[in-house]
């Protein structure tokens, strides 16, 4: 890898972009999503189940990875460091344990088979995750020999579809379905919970779609609608929670404001908003946008426009090493008190503070990166897209709350409040605007966004549950 030039490292990294400390701008309308109290006065049935924390050795690849595919009330923790985010859960009868990624930006649930080729060959990457084993367990169904998550550059995950008891704290479900990897490239089981309309089998065969966790839970009467809200927490915390069918009240500052989803080539298959202008402090980086970018927790990183990005590079003073498609700042911004601005339709603004795009990233041997003055670098937590897709991943999300309601196609966002010490939540209703103490003219209707110009993408309880996010690795340094 080249040396980064010193004579052109920009010195403007270090310049005081002091920005506006931002509180939500919102609209006092009588349309949104509210949250209420249930009518027997009962508390919500809250689970919390804990996770561990991983590393994984290089989030930049597997977020490219994620991105090359697409082209082609219960309340649960969230374990979270800086990368991707688990969640504890089980298959079977007896039940076998499995630590499962989180994510929002796929649909189906799958495990590695105990006999797959890759835990075969490299059983101890496996074994954390989590192996299954179909003549284990009394419970397990077979369907099908089609379960296929294929990955442009050949990667992914084929194997068998079958049902199964699923466990997830307290909370049992008989018969979901989930994909069983025989043939995978991955370690890591995935619990997908976004629209059912991107299920593998959907995509990959044309064929009806299936309920998934959240729909499952929604028609088994465990959530009184499909729809969960998303806290990461900020860098610095160990926790987060995604509640199915509530919100918490205590982990968002201001209102939530509602937003449509778009439709993509006439119907809902990924959570998908408008994003209209990027600023920092009182200094516009672009405006009129009309960006359609996906919210996507499997994302590491977040990834917008060439032109975009080396605008907020040209502001923030990062250096964009073309060879590992990812940037560089000195580590020292990370106590800058500065922000980037997203601002949404409606309007919802989201700050990030720039000491949440600063990523510590070491290499195998726990050796800091540096520049070649010696200078500590840190990862940038945006990078340029490589399609026409764009992504606001956890860099993003975790200065956000974030309501995903599936039933309505609709999206509210809050500034996230940062390591609440109380909670109140109220149960997401149903109906029209069911998210509690919304306010917004989400309403997504039958008429396409204009925003969402994507390419097909393929292939009364709160439920909250903590997910974990491990430290990073890599097996470089920038000298």
């Known amino acids: 890898m080249d040396e980064l030039d010193r004579s052109t490292y920009k010195v403007s990294i270090m310049k005081s972009i ?3 400390s931002l509180l939500l701008s919102l609209l006092s309308l009588t349309e949104g999503i509210s949250l209420n109290k249930r009518d027997n006065g009962l508390e919500p049935r809250v689970m919390s189940v804990e996770i561990q924390r991983r590393t994984i050795s290089d989030p930049i690849s597997n977020d490219r990875i994620r991105l090359r595919k697409r082209d082609g009330t219960i309340d649960i923790g969230i374990d979270n460091e800086q990368s991707l985010y688990f969640l504890n859960a089980s298959l ?14 796929s649909s189906d649930l ?12 490299h059983a101890n990457i496996c074994s954390e995750s989590g192996l299954y084993s179909p003549n ?22 084929s194997g068998d579809y079958a049902t199964e008891t ?17 043939v995978t490239s991955d370690n890591e089981g995935v619990l997908g919970i976004g629209y059912k309309s991107n299920e593998a089998q959907v995509g990959q065969l044309n064929r009806d779609a299936y309920d998934n966790l959240p729909a499952k839970l929604a028609s088994k009467g465990l959530i009184a609608s499909n729809a969960y809200s998303l806290y990461l927490n900020d860098l610095e915390s160990a926790t987060g929670t995604i509640l199915f069918g509530g919100v918490d009240q205590e982990q968002y500052t201001g209102d ?36 359609a970018v996906i919210l996507d927790s499997g994302s590491t990183l977040s990834y917008l426009p060439a032109t975009l990005t080396s605008d907020i590079y040209d502001i923030v003073g990062a250096q964009y090493e073309e060879g590992e498609s990812v940037a560089y700042v000195p580590c020292d911004l990370g106590n800058d008190s500065g922000n980037l601005t997203f601002k949404f339709k409606d309007p919802a603004e989201i700050s990030v503070p720039l000491s949440e795009l600063v990523l510590d990233f070491t290499d195998v041997t726990g050796r800091q990166l540096s520049f070649d003055n010696g200078q ?16 606001l991943g956890d860099t993003f999300l975790r200065s956000a709350y974030v309501v995903f309601d599936l039933e309505n196609n609709e999206i509210s966002l809050a500034q996230s409040n940062f390591d609440a010490t109380k ?57």
Request: proline share 4%; net charge negative; aromatic share 8%.
């Open 18 to 20: 002091q920005l506006s």
């Open 136 to 157: 284990k367990s009394s419970t397990y169904e077979y369907l099908n020999s089609d379960f296929n998550i294929s990955y442009a550059d050949g990667s992914g995950a």
């Open 256 to 291: 939530l404001v509602t937003l449509p989803i778009n439709k993509i080539n006439g119907e809902f298959a990924e959570l998908s908003i408008t994003l209209q202008s990027v600023s920092a402090d009182s200094e516009t980086i672009a405006d009129n946008l009309d960006l």
């Open 110 to 121: 799958w495990v590695n088979a105990q006999g797959s080729k890759l835990c075969s060959t």
């Open 376 to 391: 500590a670098a840190c990862t940038f937590g945006i990078a340029p897209t490589t399609g026409d897709i764009s992504i």
């Open 92 to 105: 079977g009868t007896p039940p076998q344990d499995f630590r499962l990624h989180l994510d929002t930006g």
């Open 166 to 182: 699923f466990r997830m704290g307290s909370v049992k479900l008989e018969d979901l379905q989930f994909g069983i990897g025989y």
């Open 423 to 479: 909670s109140h939540i109220l149960e997401i209703g149903t109906g029209k605007h069911p998210v509690p103490t919304a306010t917004g003219s989400g309403s997504s209707d039958n008429k396409e966004n204009a925003a969402a110009s994507l390419a097909p993408l393929g292939g009364d309880a709160a439920i909250s549950m903590v997910a974990g996010a491990f430290a990073l690795g890599f097996a470089w340094m920038l000298i």
